[in-house]
């Protein structure tokens, strides 16, 4: 069994046997010609049903996850359409955090719901009050940990216990922690789902999504309706996302110490009212993320003692922390999500604190990013 670091270099990534190149090229193709009818060179026909350099991607993130098999699609949004048209249908019933990502709330509640999926909401940080919201007709648990934006931790192998016990899948968008910091797979998940355009690919060059399953059935179910729906990743985004994985270790273990030197910073400022950060041992999941995770993470969240004006113009006053959406680039990047990232869940049980601001902690040295933060802060 190889490390993480090794797999995430070799797996799936042969040298090329044509000219020995260890870089997987692009294959810009959409069709592939047949040696007779149906006589298909290495199982390909149509870049829609498979493309090597996809396939390349594909197998590296099921060798990271520790699944069976993975796909990559556009988008995460992709992704989770994809999964919840497979294991849902109208009549069916779905559990989603109660602080959600905004996308995947909409998703369910403006796209599914209209198609027949009832939903509700629970904190999954408690499984007791999972236990309560799950109806006889529950088909799927969607756990995000750490959460977006509150960096909330659920304990992933009780809820397996409980979604299974309750003949349901669980889901996990492990976006936030990445196969090198938490594999859902290995602690009773069923399906992971990733935003590649994230962590993983690490350079905010790239809009791709995935998942990965621990069953063979489920993953050709998938895959099946991968190709039926067809938001498949095109193979440039596939080589970008493959690319990025090559680091991903040696990037996490930087955002997570660049991480926690922020907390410290945040911890001692005196407009700082609350920080949201697993790392802390006051933090209600600390424990429950200590014995899932490899670290805690470069994503942190805190509040400012000045209400919503003061986390506006924080962000308004920071310069080398970017204004912007995504996150798990290189670069540092700070935002408002009541007003950005989660405006879609305004006035919904997932509405976001109005003094929250979130930040994505990038790999820059971190006394820069230590000045700027603190001048940001200034009264």
Known sequence: MHGFETLAIHAGQEPDPLTGAVVPPIYATSTYAQDGVGGLRGGYEYSRTANPTRTALEECLAALEGGRRALAFASGMAAEDTLLRAILRPGDHIVIPDDAYGGTFRLVSRVAEP????????????????RAAVRPETKAIWVETPTNPLLGIADITALAD????????????????????????????????????????????????????????????????????????????????????????????????????IV??????????????????????????????????????????????????????????????????????????GRMTHASVAGSPLEVPADLVRLSVGIESIEDLCSDLAQALAA
Request: proline share 4%; charged share 20%.
């Open 115 to 130: 198609w027949g999926v009832s939903w509700s909401v629970a904190r999954m940080t408690d499984p007791e009050t999972v």
């Open 162 to 261: 409980l979604t299974h016990a309750a003949g349901a899948l669980l889901v996990v968008d492990n976006t936030f922690a990445t196969p090198y910091l938490q594999q859902p797979l290995a602690l009773g998940a069923d399906a992971v789902v990733h935003s590649t355009t994230k962590y993983c690919g690490g350079h905010s060059d790239v809009v791709g999504g995935a998942l990965v399953v621990a069953d063979d059935g489920l993953g050709d179910d998938l895959a099946f309706h991968q190709n039926a729906i067809g938001a498949v990743a095109g193979p440039f985004d596939a080589w970008l996302v493959l690319r990025g994985l090559r680091t991903l270790g040696v990037r996490m273990d930087r955002h997570c110490d660049n991480a926690e030197r």
């Open 264 to 337: 410290d910073l945040l911890v001692a400022h005196p407009r700082v009212a609350e920080v949201y950060y697993p790392g802390l041992a006051a933090h209600h999941g600390h424990e429950v993320a200590a014995k899932q995770m490899r670290r805690f993470g470069g994503m942190v969240s805190f509040r400012l003692a000045g209400g919503e004006a003061e986390a506006l113009e924080v962000c308004r006053r920071a310069r080398l922390f970017t204004l912007g959406e995504s996150l798990g680039g290189v670069e540092s990047l700070i935002e408002h999500p």
